[in-house]
């Protein structure tokens, strides 16, 4: 135990797109001891991935360098090893997973393939059979079901927590030492991250590799971490034993890190819940019921495109929303929560059942009846890349919605209308004459929100409007929506796959599985004493922070 | 409302500014505007006759005299589309001005104006018109269908080569100005290309973005259609055409326009399926804006770049297919036409540079410049690129 594994000291790497240069990691050093797991964790942007690659020197050639430091790998120094010779190493002695399981692995040959292929790279003497048998035993040890079907499968046959388990085995195969995982379960849902996070730990309590853990998750940290490093604009702010760094962080940006977790936002602010008498009394007015809505989507076979079967991804739901309360719907993805979201607002056509909306019914109303209507119930969306139409000035995106429906008598009104929102939603009032891509993420969401409150809509869909922020971006848009919710006494239906944020922000909660509604109930009862199985195992799998 | 239409021409504006930037695509707007002035002032740019003239105290224009109805009419167009941009109006009521100005001015002049049936070009060489007290005749003083029969047996010649005329590109095989004709060639060129990706354009973009935005049986109706007219060849059907229905140009542009709008129809389609899941797109609906504001506002400015860059080569193919039927001889019999003249370099057993590097290099510079135009238009149209490209003041 005196050397470890792996020591990185001093590492810079320097980014060169254009004639620019970003210092993308500054002076980084941290060590692995044999057998441990070190995470790195920060924000988007914070250098973790790239000081990963850069452990492996994976980054493009003619784009990154290496100025300074050195990275000492069982004594050799990567940064300064030949390709021929660093070839050798990766694959066998260091392995990687990476994020995105759905293109880490080629398309166009079986997963057996490829794992015999990296096999017979790193072992030449290893004839076809024997290399066969060994991937069936990684696969096995992955715990993959049916493994000599599965050896046989191309990828697209596979589900995405089947696919990162089949990365798994592969970069296991070799045995390597140290095994470098960039966010490998940040794209799962959340019982299956749980699956895969229990099987990590397990492989390497029996090989005794070695992790460097890269995530934006301090739950996951809290799960897999014997130390972690907490990355800032590519500076490492903070190494320690796990425990320690998440009870007692020392820098402030850990600390501020911690209190957007949140788990810890109700803890720290105030209570998210300043009117909960209210919420006896607004039992009695539903704004929304959903009764036995089905949304089907049909298979098509044949030339005749007749329809084979349906995917039914909304399965006789019935619902009410309480006028005045923040209901959360959560599940996994495909669960079916997107597309009630947007079936409440005649985005996708049920194929039957009833959605009232303050008693109008909207089910096979034309989009000329629905008119008048939509001002009422809006919608904000997850994706900030896609949710604003880069072609248009923010100005034109507010404004265009309320000329439609008569808000405002002018063109100089409805602008001073948006920019009372703008500042509601704490944006500068110049935000109106700029495009979508001048703004961050955080911002346009806020954008796509003021979009949806220019209307003074009393009812509004959030679908995951935090999934793709990060936690400290998340925690400034939960506490904006509860501050307007009580300003405008608004209804929101919050979709989520995040435990964490509906046991935050939310009245009630909705479980959705497979299209049904599983559980329903105040968010205290569901959360804390769930009843359905499938909601215990739900809350089971989220990674606490304290454990 | 007014303000509205003003914050949408200011978005125009820009476009149009960014589109401005860079080198290549002035130049290309230079050479398009020469075509078009060209194109427009032919008649007083290269003709036979006196453009002032006076002769014992009586002054007089012989030009005007002999202007054609397609002369009045494109003379019309232009003064129309000048006073157009200098007014304030809205994009969509200047479109619609246009269109309804010039068939306006179309109308009349087939009714009012009655050009002589027969030209008789020599006649302008006679004492009646060279003996005046003075004259100021065209910079190139020959007119396309002069063939200069008073100077006897004419043909090919190639540049300077004659001693008593000066022909900057020689003379083709009747005798005609080279010059003289590529300048009036240059209207045949610009109006197909224009006429006929316009008429595609229009029904590309509405049945693409119909079949796009609704799905479905509609789309799956329009595809259908797509591949029909696809399967049709433009250049037989036109061969067939002109077999039975004799030479048009305005035949040919219908045709060449009908039959190339499925490539549009296709790219606004898959945009269209794209943009449609979008989320703003969603968000506009449920916003609820009218049908004509999501098509056209909110998806068609995002899904325009493939169309713009498919716009410049149809006008260029529209181009090279007048060329082509022309260089087989099947183009319009007597007015000039630059893949005629090509057809002419050739023809004879000795190869005449002439008369294939002006109307060559012609050809090349209209589709070089429509392609750069298409291509910068395309980056101006993306805020992102042109931030990217550094053009944005």
């Known amino acids: ?547 | 409302m007014t303000k509205h239409v003003v914050s949408r021409e200011s978005f125009s504006r820009r476009i149009w500014l960014k589109t401005w930037q860079g080198m290549g695509v002035r130049f290309a707007f230079a050479w398009i505007a020469v075509l078009v002035c060209m194109g427009v002032f032919a008649p007083f740019l290269a003709n036979s006759m006196p453009l002032l003239m006076s002769k014992g105290g009586v002054i007089s224009a012989p030009v005007l005299a002999y202007l054609t109805r397609e002369d009045v009419v494109v003379l019309g167009m232009f003064a129309l589309a000048v006073m157009l941009v200098l007014v304030p109006l809205g994009v969509g009521k200047r479109v619609v001005l246009f269109v309804l100005g010039t068939a306006l001015v179309t109308i009349m002049v087939n009714l009012l104006l009655k050009p002589p049936a027969v030209m008789i070009y020599d006649q302008f060489r006679s004492p009646t018109y060279t003996e005046a007290d003075w004259r100021i005749m065209p910079p190139i003083p020959y007119a396309p269908q002069d063939y200069l029969r008073d100077f006897g047996q004419t043909g090919l010649e190639a540049p300077l080569e004659a001693a008593d005329r000066i022909h900057l590109m020689g003379t083709e095989e009747n005798g005609a100005d080279v010059f003289s004709r590529m300048i009036h060639a240059s209207r045949i060129a610009l109006s197909i290309g224009l006429i006929a990706t316009g008429i595609a354009l229009v029904i590309g973009i509405v049945l693409g973005g119909l079949m796009g935005y609704f799905s479905g049986v509609a789309d799956m109706l329009g595809m259908r259609l797509v591949e029909i007219f696809e399967s049709i060849p433009t250049l037989f059907l036109l061969l067939t055409f002109v077999a039975f229905f004799g030479r048009s140009l305005y035949m040919m542009m219908i045709i060449i326009g009908i039959t190339s709008w499925p490539g549009y129809a296709r790219y606004v389609r898959a945009e269209f399926l794209k943009l449609r899941k979008q989320e703003y797109v969603q968000a506009a609906v449920a916003s609820g804006l009218p049908l004509s504001s999501i098509l056209f506002r909110h998806m068609l400015p995002n899904g325009v770049a493939p169309l713009l860059v498919g716009v410049s080569f149809g006008v260029a193919s529209a181009i090279l297919a007048e060329a082509t039927l022309s260089f087989l001889g099947l183009g319009l019999v007597d007015a000039p036409s630059w893949g005629q003249m090509l057809n002419q370099a050739v023809k004879s057993s000795t190869f005449n540079w002439w008369m294939a590097a002006f109307p060559g290099g012609a050809i090349f510079f209209t589709v070089f410049a429509y392609n750069l135009i298409g291509e910068a238009f395309r980056d101006a149209i993306d805020p992102q690129l042109s931030r990217k490209a550094g053009v944005t003041a």
């Not at chain 1, 240069?21 to 057998?35: E, L, M, N």
């Not at chain 1, 509601?424 to 003021?450: C, K, M, N, V």
């Not at chain 1, 769930?530 to 809350?539: F, N, S």
């Open chain 1, 1 to 547: 135990m005196s050397q470890p594994l792996l020591d990185v000291r001093n590492l810079h790497t320097h980014l060169h797109p254009g004639n620019t240069v970003v210092k993308a990691v500054d002076d980084v050093s941290f060590s692995i001891p044999r057998g441990e797991t070190f995470c790195l964790v920060g924000e988007s942007g914070s250098g973790k991935s790239i000081s990963a690659l850069s452990v492996i020197r994976l980054l493009p050639h003619g784009l990154a360098s290496h100025p300074k430091g050195e990275i000492l790998f069982n004594g050799q120094d990567l940064l300064r090893m030949p390709e021929a010779d660093l070839r050798n190493i990766r694959g066998s002695q260091i392995a990687m997973i990476f994020q995105e399981p759905m293109t880490s692995l080629n398309p166009v040959f079986t997963v057996g393939e490829q794992i015999v292929e990296a096999l017979q790279l790193h072992h030449p003497d290893m004839n076809d059979a024997e290399a066969e048998e060994r991937a069936i035993l990684a696969l096995e040890q992955v715990q993959l079901p049916k493994v000599r079907e599965r050896f046989h499968d191309y990828p697209h046959q596979l589900s995405g927590g089947q696919r990162q388990r089949v990365m798994i085995a592969m970069a296991l195969a070799c045995e390597p030492e140290l095994l470098i995982a960039d966010e490998p379960t940040t794209a799962l849902d959340v019982t299956v991250q749980a699956e895969i996070l229990r099987l990590m730990r397990k492989l390497q309590d029996d090989t005794g590799m070695s992790t460097l853990f890269i995530t934006h998750d301090f739950g996951v940290v809290a799960q897999m971490a014997q130390q972690v490093g907490v990355m800032q604009r590519g500076k490492l702010v903070e190494v320690g034993r796990t425990a320690q760094v998440l009870r007692n962080p020392q820098h402030a940006y850990t600390q501020q890190l911690l209190a957007a977790v949140p788990e810890n936002l109700g803890k720290a602010g105030s209570s998210p819940h300043p009117n909960s008498p209210q919420q006896g009394l607004g039992k009695g007015e539903a704004i929304l019921q959903i009764r036995d809505l089905n949304v089907w989507f049909p298979i098509k076979k044949g030339i005749f495109r007749h329809t084979v079967d349906h995917v039914r991804a909304v399965d006789g739901v019935s619902l009410d929303i309480p006028k005045g309360q923040i209901v959360a719907l959560v599940g996994e993805s495909g669960c079916g929560k997107t597309t009630l979201g947007r079936a409440v607002l005649q985005l996708e056509k049920p194929t039957s059942g009833s959605i009232r909306l303050q008693g109008q019914e909207l089910t096979g109303l034309s989009a000329r009846e629905l008119r008048p209507l939509r001002p009422k119930m809006q919608i904000v969306f997850q994706d900030p890349q896609s949710s604003l139409n880069p072609r248009l000035l923010i100005e034109t995106t507010l404004t265009e919605p309320m000329q439609v429906h008569g808000i405002g008598s002018g063109h100089e009104e409805r602008i001073e209308l948006a920019s009372r929102v703008l500042d509601d939603l704490q944006l500068p009032r110049d935000t109106l004459w700029r495009y979508p891509h001048e703004f961050s993420g955080g911002q346009r969401q806020r954008i796509g929100l003021a979009r949806a409150l220019v209307l003074n809509p009393e009812f509004i869909v959030c679908d995951e409007i935090t999934s793709a922020l990060d936690v400290s971006v998340q925690a400034e848009i939960l506490q904006l929506l509860l501050k307007i919710r009580a300003e405008r006494h608004l209804t929101l239906l919050f979709i989520t796959h995040n435990i964490g944020v509906v046991e935050y922000l939310s009245d009630q909660t909705v479980v959705m599985y497979k299209g049904k509604v599983v559980e329903q109930g105040a968010t205290a009862q569901v959360c804390g004493s769930p009843q359905d199985a499938y909601t215990q195992k739900l809350l089971a799998a989220v990674p606490r922070l304290m454990v």
